[in-house]
């Protein structure tokens, strides 16, 4: 379909001024507010002790989240991909899950199961508290975030197939090392974006936490539960947007090392690539050891490889 340039133009101020009403006046105002006394006084205000702790808190649960997510998301999103088996479908219904249900449910299904007089309540008498403790905090945040990495790298497996896996097979790679040097290079895009959306709802979630939270300063309050409590409980409305402003702050710089990181392993191997690509590859190049097993094995060489089959 093609249109107009009155309507393009027309669809893409429309576009701005929605992005710019909802996202970029809402974020100036807040940044606005917390600077409105002085740097000073934000200094001081995001430098109190519970401000820190609060900080440290959400850092530490957003360090312990991310890696679980990976590995169960990865595992998740191959057998998804990949996998057949019976209940299958119930599988692709459980990931979605936190999508379709409210955080504060899923606190409130928490505390069921962890709290006292639930299901595994009696591990509270062992000296272990999960409810109103730090491990319900990474519990509720796992509950919300379980969808991310999966959901990403899910369609990136379907897209790229399994050819390149079934020719590393057949010169004799192992499982680990056809995952190593095949598909995970081909999923980093999918698996980055997802890490992405899993460390910004980390930091930014509240309606499970706050359920499973007794949201002391020191023990179990994050960043938004400050937030809250700085704008409901102290009536400190500067407070309240210089913390809302540090959340934001440690969010982009999270982000944007992300994205730092993921341009220089993009790089690396874009060059690693060319030079391989370059390279003719010879057969008596390729040392293989019986029975057929590489001692090394990447995807340039599967490719070449195969195409000589």
Known sequence: MKLSATTRYGLRTIALVYLFVLL????????????????????EWITTPAAISALQLSLLIVVIVVPLNVIFGIIIALALARGRFPGKGVLQAVVDLPFAVSP???????????GYGGWFGGVESLG???????????????????????????????????????????????????????????IRWGL??????TVARSLGEYGAVTMVSSNYPGIS??????VHSRYTDDYNEYGAYAAATLLMLV????LVAMSFVDRRARNRYAEASTTTGDDEV???????????????????QVLHEKERV
């Not at 369609?155 to 995970?184: H, M």
């Not at 980055?192 to 959306?197: A, D, E, P, S």
């Open 24 to 43: 970029i006046v809402p974020v100036a105002l807040i940044f606005w507010r917390s600077f409105e006394h002085g740097l000073g006084q934000f200094w």
């Open 104 to 114: 504060v449910v899923a606190g409130v299904a928490l505390i069921l199961l962890w």
């Open 128 to 186: 272990f508290r999960v409810i109103f403790g730090f491990p319900g905090l990474v519990l509720a945040t796992l509950f919300v975030t379980l969808p991310f990495v999966a959901r990403e790298v899910e369609p990136v497996l379907r897209e790229i197939g399994t050819e390149q896996e079934q020719a590393a097979a057949t010169l004799g790679a192992s499982g680990w090392q056809t995952f190593w040097r095949i598909t995970l290079p081909a």
């Open 192 to 197: 980055t974006y997802g890490i992405v959306l």
């Open 221 to 226: 309050q994050t960043l938004t539960l400050l």
């Open 251 to 254: 969010a982009v710089l999270v």
């Open 282 to 300: 010879e057969p008596d190049d390729i040392h293989l050891t019986p029975p057929y097993a590489p001692e090394s094995i990447d995807s340039q």
